[in-house]
């Protein structure tokens, strides 16, 4: 079982930078594909960004594509995503989640992901 606590959010300017931190417990963790959702209230929950429990494997969403990455720190049970040229529509909710997968194994899906952690918000100012 994984436990997993997202960090980083705050309120930033248009153009601007963040990096959320997603640390988790659990000493399989390397066995563990993860995903970054968000969410804006009264929409449906986001796909952001996944990476394989390798790190091999990274899959973007289209919104997000070359401005966010997501990277991960097996060593350290840390999952990261560093969000650059943020714009006033990635404010959100932004959660992290964990899903027992395969080697290169990314999925966008969040109902494949077994834990959520609480979210962090994030706020883009125009």
């Known amino acids: 079982q994984v436990q997993v606590v997202e960090s980083g959010g705050g309120l930033v300017q248009a153009g601007g930078s963040l990096r959320l931190s997603c640390a988790a417990s659990?000493?399989?963790?390397?066995?563990?594909?993860m995903g970054w959702f968000r969410q804006v209230p009264g929409k449906e929950r986001e796909f952001v960004a996944a990476?394989?429990?390798?790190?091999?494997?990274?899959y973007y969403a289209d919104s997000v594509k070359g401005r966010f990455t997501i990277s991960r720190d097996n060593a350290k049970n840390m999952v990261y995503l560093q969000m650059n040229s943020l714009k006033p529509e990635d404010t959100a909710v932004y959660y992290c989640?964990?899903?027992?997968?395969?080697?290169?194994?990314?999925?966008?899906?969040?109902?494949?992901?077994?834990?959520w952690g609480q979210g962090t918000q994030v706020t883009v100012s125009s």
């Open positions: 989640a964990a899903k027992l997968a395969a080697w290169g194994s990314v999925t966008k899906f969040d109902y494949e992901y077994n834990y």
């Open positions: 990476i394989s429990w390798s790190g091999f494997n990274t």
């Open positions: 659990g000493r399989t963790f390397s066995s563990y594909a």
